[in-house]
């Protein structure tokens, strides 16, 4: 005789590692965001990078579900297995709708609706394969129940918002990203479990890896259709240069102490913390590095002479607000889950997030190049003032982490 469906899934330990399928199930979710990062470039105006943001959100709201999903049930186990599977499908043909995500574009199906759909099928199979892990647990059963609301809220918007334009479209995307967060803020911790905050950090630890590894393809994307030149290869370190300074900022102990600080608070506490520090709060970290990721294709057109452009043409307008404002947010981001996990006010990354705004109207005047340059520069004096300011500390931080 079979065993019942509820006793294939396998509960997860403080210990566990992330598995080989949540890894195959985020390469869907990089394809995403270089959708999106490419329906950004082809307009770069200010409601093209609201739309994106939104796109963004509503995206980012689903992988979440399936972060505190795998959190408490093993992925690659039984039922959860085939249901991670569905569910990549569904959000590999949201993905690939994303270009027609506000505009259908000519031909047989409907674009905005498939997405919608797509997006309906990602979250019906997260509830459903939740509410079975729950076996027995009503708490946690009460807390899905209490969640529903804002799931059917958010994608009836995103399907009325499907057969909309203009505007009233995006109102109501905005709508549907406030029905979705809220929502969920609104019901509550109390029935929610977080198993393994070591399984739970690294989740969101590589997805701001494969967030990173995006912009990187940005910068190859930029140039594939233009000639390789000096001012490219310059512009590709610099770029480069970047995405590593912010993996420097986010890995080198950040990660390694809010880990900690997740394994050391209990109960709702920690439930509590996750939600606001890793749920919410690694948000912007995301929109920051796809926005920067923006800016930098845009950067690589620019001195590889993309439509007429020479190396004297400056960046400005949205794309260049976008690669700066992008790094801004991480900063802000950055401190933000810092102080909510550690109470620690990091002041020099609150302050280069207001140096880089402030400097937008500046470098509005320089050659992109020179702009890139001077965004490559602050970061790494930012990296290396924290090295040699703190270099004990994270001496004994990252020790600490490997003992």
């Known amino acids: 005789m079979s065993k019942p469906l ?30 999106v990062t490419a329906l950004m470039a082809e307009t770069p105006t200010w409601h093209g990078l609201l739309r994106g943001t939104l796109l963004l959100a509503v995206i980012w709201w689903p992988w979440i579900g399936y972060s505190w999903l ?4 093993k992925a690659d186990e039984g039922t959860a297995r085939v249901a991670m599977l569905v569910a990549m499908a569904a959000m590999f043909l949201l993905a690939l709708a994303i270009p027609e995500a506000f505009d259908d574009l000519p031909g047989e199906l409907d674009g905005p609706l498939v997405f919608a759909f797509c997006y309906l099928l990602v979250r019906v199979v997260h509830l459903w394969l939740f509410w079975i892990a729950a076996e027995d647990d009503e ?16 994608t009836m918007l995103l399907a009325i918002a499907s057969q909309t334009s203009g505007v009233t479209q995006t109102a109501l995307w905005g709508a549907a990203v406030v029905a979705d967060y809220g929502g969920t803020y609104l019901s509550g911790t109390k ?66 102490l809010c880990e900690r600080a997740l394994t050391q608070a209990e109960g709702d506490e920690r439930v509590r913390m996750g939600r606001s520090a890793f749920t919410y709060l690694h948000l912007p970290l995301l929109i920051g590095i796809v926005m920067l990721a923006l800016g930098l294709k845009k950067v690589l057109g620019y001195v590889g002479g993309e439509k007429g452009h020479t190396l004297a043409d400056p960046l ?10 992008g790094v801004s947010l991480f900063m802000f981001g950055y401190a933000a889950v810092a102080w909510r996990c550690m109470r620690n006010l990091k002041v020099q990354r609150v302050v280069l997030g207001v140096v880089l705004l402030v400097l937008v109207p500046l470098v509005s005047y320089m050659p992109a190049l020179g702009s890139l340059g001077v965004l490559t520069l602050l970061l790494t004096g ?19 982490a490997h003992e």
């Open 6 to 35: 509820r006793s294939r899934m396998e509960r997860i330990g403080e210990s566990a590692n992330a598995t080989t399928l949540e890894l195959f199930f985020d390469l869907v979710f990089v394809f995403a965001l270089t959708q």
């Open 70 to 73: 795998s959190n408490l049930v």
């Open 139 to 154: 708490g946690l059963r009460a807390q899905l129940l209490r969640f529903l609301p804002s799931v059917v809220g958010g």
């Open 191 to 256: 029935g929610w479990r977080l198993n393994s905050a070591k399984h739970f950090a690294e989740r969101y630890g590589l997805i701001i890896i494969i967030a990173l590894g995006e912009s990187i393809v940005a910068i190859g994307v930029g140039v594939t259709h233009l000639p390789i030149s000096w001012p490219i290869v310059v512009a590709a370190v610099l770029g480069l240069t970047i995405a590593g300074s912010l993996w420097w900022s986010y890995f080198d102990t950040h990660v390694l």
């Open 316 to 325: 400005y307008g949205p794309p260049l607000w976008a690669m700066y404002g």
């Open 382 to 400: 930012l990296i290396g003032y924290e090295w040699v300011k703190y270099q004990e500390l994270r001496g004994a931080i990252r020790h600490a």
